[in-house]
């Protein structure tokens, strides 16, 4: 069973559920998370309303990066068995983006290497990200957040700096 997809197209969360548990009877869990494109970026700014999420990838790598998460999930939860399916492409609000599911023989290793693997997806998988917006499109950078989440696994990431952090141009005092 291929565990890791990258596609255009939807996919069928209760078929691949059932792909993923198939005939197995050690399995004791299955636990998934689905994620979609949210129509706003920030709750109370009209002016951040997202019309389309367009996702990139650079093949060949994306799956090999999303493959060796699952390896690291194993070891560390007990995986029986993993998918990750990640959309790329122009997507709507209010579509999916993101399987991931997992199977184990308890439910908490299940919501553990379900947790451990968006964690891991959101700060290492190679992914490129530009929302449109009535403002135009802008490339979405890495949150502070994603990262904070990763150490929880005792992981480091630094692909955000803190929303304080000035950038190299005001650093240098070349911003405009």
């Given at each position: 069973m291929i565990r890791v997809r990258i596609q255009e197209a939807d996919f069928d969360v209760g078929a691949e559920l059932a792909a993923l548990q198939g005939e197995r009877t050690d399995v004791g869990a299955v636990a998934s998370f689905v994620g979609c494109v949210r129509g706003r970026t920030h709750e109370n700014a009209r002016e951040d309303d997202v019309s389309a999420l367009t996702l990139e990838h650079y093949p060949g790598m994306t799956e090999r990066a999303i493959e060796a998460m699952i390896v690291e999930a194993e070891a560390r939860c007990g995986v029986l068995g993993a998918t990750v399916i990640h959309r790329v492409g122009r997507l709507l609000p209010g579509e999916r983006i993101?399987?991931?599911a997992v199977t184990s023989s308890h439910r908490r290793d299940a919501f553990q290497a379900c947790e451990f693997l968006m964690d891991?997806?959101?700060?290492?998988?190679?992914?490129?990200?530009k929302?449109?917006?009535p403002q135009g499109e802008r490339w979405v950078d890495a949150r502070v957040a994603d990262d904070a989440a990763l150490a929880r696994w005792g992981l480091a990431s630094a692909n955000a700096a803190p929303d304080d952090t000035p950038s190299p141009d005001e650093a240098r005092g070349d911003a405009p």
């Open positions: 993101v399987l991931v891991y997806l959101k700060t290492h998988a190679p992914f490129w990200k929302e449109t917006t």
